[in-house]
Every structure is written in structure tokens, then in C-alpha cells.
């Protein structure tokens, strides 16, 4: 393995800080960027900065995981909830390369696809591990465990089910 992976659980107070703190600074400016595009939300760092609007498509981050690929490229997995509240869990993959992050779009990751954490890094790829939705999942109980690999340098992935199967 030798790459340290960094998990932080409730990564309110790394936002900010030196280089690690500027990596996820990055990462959760280029998910925000994109909510707000996308969705007329945003990414905020703590449930506390939620808008008070009901209306309002906002997420707040619940954790946090970065990895180093390389030299000078990091991988940082971000998952949210939604500020409205709901049952929707957001999940996005950064790659944030010599201080420029980019959200990753086409890994079939989120909410309802697949949900996971980062297990490990191999080389130039990125390995997560977690829970898989089949297309007659209800949203409570997705059905398999799954492995999806991302490659950093090609931006191709793969998504495999496991042979495990998850109680419903």
C-alpha cells in the first residue's frame, strides 16, 4: 500500500490550514462550483452554514477522505447531506492535481448508483469499496457490495459487483 490515506469524519475544521487544508479547500470549491451549477445548491462546510431557505438545494459535508496518488496529485472523496434534510446522500470524487481540482462526473458514483470509501491506492488508481444500487433497489437498501476503480492519469474507471450480497 504504502500511500497514507487521511479519513476525516466531520472535516469541519480541516478546510482550512496548509497544504492538506488547501487540497480540500480546492476540492470543496470544485463540488460547490458544480451543485450550484447543476442543481442551484452549493456545498457548504458544517450543517450550521446551511441557507435557511426550504427551497433551497444546498449540502452540507458529513466526511471526508483524501488520498495522495502520486507526487503531486491527490484524490479526495466528499460526501454530503442535504441541507433541507431528505434521505439523499451526496458523493463526489475530486482530483486535485499541483493545486487545480477537478470533480470527477462519470464514475457512476452518488446517491442511488453507488456509495463508497476509498479502500486503497494502487500505482495511479484509486480503489473504493461500498454499497452498489440494482435498478430494482428501493433507496433504503441497495443490494450488492461493489469495487470501483478510478484511474487519475486516464480518468477511466471500472465498477464491479463482489459476490457479496447485503441483507435486506
Not at 470533480?103 to 458514483?109: Q, S
Request: proline share 4%; hydrophobic share 35%; net charge neutral.
Amino acid at each position: 500500500m504504502g500511500k497514507r490515506l487521511f479519513i476525516f469524519a466531520m472535516a469541519l475544521p480541516l478546510l482550512s490550514g496548509v497544504a492538506q487544508g488547501d487540497e480540500l479547500r480546492s476540492a470543496r470549491e470544485a463540488v460547490d462550483r458544480a451543485l450550484k451549477t447543476d442543481e442551484g445548491g452549493g456545498l457548504v462546510a458544517r450543517q450550521s452554514a446551511c441557507p435557511q431557505s426550504v427551497d433551497d438545494a444546498s449540502e452540507y459535508i458529513t466526511r471526508v477522505e483524501l488520498a495522495p496518488v502520486g507526487d503531486s496529485t491527490d484524490i479526495t472523496l466528499i460526501d454530503s447531506a442535504m441541507c433541507g434534510g431528505g434521505n439523499r446522500h451526496g458523493q463526489y470524487l475530486v482530483v486535485t492535481r499541483r493545486g487545480k481540482s477537478n470533480l470527477v462526473r462519470d464514475t457512476e458514483i452518488g446517491d442511488m448508483s453507488f456509495l463508497g470509501e476509498i479502500m486503497r491506492v494502487d500505482g495511479n488508481k484509486v480503489v473504493l469499496s461500498g454499497n452498489r444500487w440494482l435498478p430494482d433497489d428501493p433507496h433504503c437498501c441497495p443490494s450488492r457490495r461493489a469495487v470501483l476503480e478510478y484511474d487519475v492519469e486516464t480518468g477511466k474507471h471500472s465498477l464491479k459487483l463482489t459476490s457479496r450480497k447485503l441483507g435486506k
